[in-house]
T-cell receptor, first 116, second 116 residues
């Protein structure tokens, strides 16, 4: 069974601060995704990283996939109250004869609160 | 705008009732999933379907069943609702074709079910 450990579980910071969320596993994933979920809504896909060592930027958000494709991080620069939400990482399995059906393994999530 | 639509945002049912949660996607996706989300437990997979009339149990299928008679519609059925099934239920869909970057899920807005 593949597991993804996310840390920290909770993060409460002031507007303008920087933060990093980590997603770690002992398993190798073919790709890793980050989602953001606002209260009362479903998660929304932010980014997919595919290549080991890959770095993607989305405005103030920087996503990195570990060289060994076992871990990832999300860094937010100068956080704003609009960044508040639940951040989820999810790993896609290595193909197992093409029958993996695209089932993702989700981390437990990080609840981020950015205070004005 | 592509989307996954869940029929109800909020639902209150009585213990012992049979409950139907409906999910429709307009993206011609092959895969559809039902998750429940509870504080501290993350997203837990109940059932998924990779084709019409095909279904596979997820991690917590007990007390639930599913139906997929048409490609765009995936229904979750609580055979006899119990209070421990009070939760947020999320439907998602994904495609199996193209690159692994396509493994991203599109989620519905969720159904908050309360069983009293």
């Amino acid at each position: 069974t593949q597991l993804l450990e996310q840390s920290p579980q909770f993060l409460s910071i002031q507007e303008g601060e920087n933060l990093t969320v980590y997603c770690n596993s002992s398993s190798v994933f073919s790709s890793l995704q980050w989602y953001r979920q606002e209260p009362g809504e479903g998660p929304v896909l932010l980014v997919t990283v595919v290549t080991g060592g890959e770095v993607k930027k989305l405005k103030r958000l920087t996503f990195q996939f570990g060289d060994a494709r076992k871990d990832s991080s999300l860094h937010i620069t100068a956080a704003q109250p609009g960044d508040t939400g639940l951040y989820l990482c999810a790993g896609a399995p290595l193909s197992a004869g093409g029958t993996s059906y695209g089932k993702l393994t989700f981390g437990q999530g990080t609840i981020l609160t950015v205070h004005p | 705008d592509v989307k996954v639509t869940q029929s109800s945002r909020y639902l209150v049912k009585r213990t012992g009732e049979k409950v139907f949660l409906e999910c429709v996607q307009d993206m011609d996706h092959e895969n559809m999933f039902w998750y429940r989300q509870d504080p501290g437990l993350g997203l837990r997979l109940i059932y998924f379907s990779y084709d019409v009339k095909m279904k596979e149990k997820g991690d917590i299928p007990e007390g639930y069943s599913v139906s997929r008679e048409k490609k765009e519609r995936f229904s979750l059925i609580l055979e006899s609702a119990s209070t421990n099934q009070t939760s947020m239920y999320l439907c998602a869909s994904s495609s199996v074709f193209g690159t692994i970057a396509n493994y991203g899920y599109t989620f519905g807005s969720g159904t908050r079910l309360t069983v009293v």
